[in-house]
C-alpha cells in the first residue's frame, strides 16, 4: 500500500484518525504490506507507542517477529 493507503487501514483499524508522523513510521516498518500493518499497530499499541492515532513515543527497528 502507498502511504494515503496505509494511514486508510491504520484508521480503519484503530478507529480513530492517524496523524503523518504515524503513517509515515507504520509504512516504513511495514513495507506498506498489510498483514505487518495490522501487526505493527497491534504490538505499538500494546506497547503504548500509539495511543489515540498518534505516536506517543518513538518506535524501535522492527521486531524479528513482524520481519520474519
Do not use: K, Q
Not at 27 to 35: E, L, Q, T, V
Amino acid at each position: 500500500l502507498d502511504e494515503a493507503e496505509v494511514g486508510e487501514l491504520a484508521a480503519i483499524v484503530l478507529g480513530a484518525a492517524v496523524d503523518d508522523r504515524l503513517v509515515d513510521a507504520l509504512h516504513d516498518h511495514s513495507g506498506g504490506m498489510p498483514a505487518l500493518i495490522r501487526l505493527t499497530l497491534a504490538a505499538w499499541t500494546a506497547d503504548g507507542i500509539v495511543t489515540g492515532g498518534r505516536l506517543s513515543a518513538e518506535p524501535g527497528p522492527p521486531a524479528a517477529s513482524l520481519a520474519a
